[in-house]
C-alpha cells in the first residue's frame, strides 16, 4: 500500500517509523514531513493545512489510505474531503473531530450522556461571564472555545485574573473567534495523565497510560509549551484507575458519540485528572498527543497499520492489539528560547551515536547540506528509549541524549521525576 502520512512533527515521525515496519506497507510519503522523516518517507511539501492540494496529491499519487494526524486538518474536514474523493483515512472526520475543536461541545456532549468533568457554563457576553466569576470565586479555569494552540486556557488564581482573561479573549479578540465564546469551569485538583484510545466508531482499545509535561522547564516552571517530554505508562494510572476510566469516561464517550451521529474513527486523546472524586475528563483531543505518541508507540507490539485499517472499517474488535512490557520515556530537545522565539538553522551532531540506544524522533528539524541535519523548529528532537521499568527508560532517554548537540539547546532534567508534570 501507499500510505501518506499529513504533518510534519516528532508525532508523525513516530507514526512514520511505526507504519515503516509493517509488511502491508511499501510506500510511505508524507507532507510535508521533517529531515527525520525523509529517510522513512518521500517528503512532499504541502502544508498540513491544504486539504484540497493534499486530496489532489493522493488521488494524483495512487494513495491507498492517509492518515491525518494533526488537530487543524481535522477540524478543517481533511479526512471527508479524502472521503468524497474515494480515499480512505486515519482520523475522525470534522463532525466527530469537534470534541477537539470546541470545547463547549465537548462539555455539553459530557454532560448529557454524564461523563465526569469540571462543573462548568459557557458565555458569548462578556457581562454575564464577569458576574459568573464573581459568584463562583477563584481559582477558576478560563478556556476559549476553539483551537488555540494549546494557549487558550487560564488556570485562574484569582477572580481578577480570570476577569482579565475574559475580557482579553471576548473583547480583545486575543485568539480571533476562537475566544468569541468561553468556558468557565471549577478549578480541579490531582495528578494529570493522558489516555489515548483507537476508536473504529463502536470499539475502543486503550493505549497504555502516558504522561506529558507541558511546562518549559524543571520543576513544572515556565511557560507552557507543546511538550517537553513524556513517559509511558504513567504511575498513577493503577489497574483500579483504569477501570473506573473505561466504564465511567471511555466507553461512554465512544457511545456517546455514536448516538450523536458522530461516530469517532481515529484516536481519542483523554485528558483526565485524578480528583479526590475520582477521575474526571480535562480535555479531549481528536488524534495523537505529542510528544505522547512517540512515548506510547514505542511499546507498540503489532502491526499499526492493521490497527488504522481495523479503526476505519468498524473491526477493531478483531485485531490482536499487543503492547511490550516495560515502560517508554521520550525526552524533548528543544532550542534555546522555545516556547518563545528561537533561531533556527543550526547544525544538530551525535545523532547517529544517540541512535545506537534509543530512537531519535525528529520534529523540528530539516536536512541541510551533504547530509547533515539542521534545527528547523521549537521542539527539535525527541529521544525515546525503552526499558523493563520507567527508571531505566528515564535513565536510557538521558544517556543517548547526552551524545546530541546544537547551539542553544536544552531540555528538562527532570521528565518523568516529577509528581504531577502538568502542575
Ligand atoms: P487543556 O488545554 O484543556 O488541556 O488545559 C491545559 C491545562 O490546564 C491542563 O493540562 C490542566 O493542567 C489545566 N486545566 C484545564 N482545565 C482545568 C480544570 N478544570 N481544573 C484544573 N486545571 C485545569
Ligand atoms: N502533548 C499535548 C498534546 O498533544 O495536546
Known sequence: MHVLIVGGGG????IAWALSKSSKVDHLSCAPGNGGIAALAQCVDIPATDVDAMVAWACENSVDFVVVAPDDPLALGMVDALEAAGIPAFGPRADAAIIEASKSFSKRLMEKYHIPTAKYQTFTELEPALTYIEAQGAPIVVKADG??????VIVAQTVAEAQDAVRSMMSGHKFGDAGARVVIEECMTGPELTVLAFCDGEHLVPMPSS???KRAFDGNQGPNTGGMGAISPSPNYTPEVAKRCMEEIFLPTVAALRAEGRPFHGVI????????????????NARFGDPECQAVLSLLDSDLMDIFLACRNGTLDQVDVRWKDGASCCLVLASGGYPGSYAKGYPITGLEEAGQSAVVFHAGTRLGENGSVLTSGGRVLGVTATGPELNAAIDGA???ASHIHFQDMFFRSDIGRVWNPNA
Do not use: C, N, S, W
Open 398 to 400: 538521558y544517556a543517548a
Open 147 to 152: 483551537l488555540a494552540l494549546g494557549k487558550g
Open 11 to 14: 508525532r508523525e515521525h513516530a
Open 211 to 213: 504522561q506529558d509535561h
Open 269 to 284: 486523546y483523554f485528558g483526565l485528572m485524578l480528583t479526590p472524586d475520582g477521575p474526571k475528563v480535562v480535555e479531549y
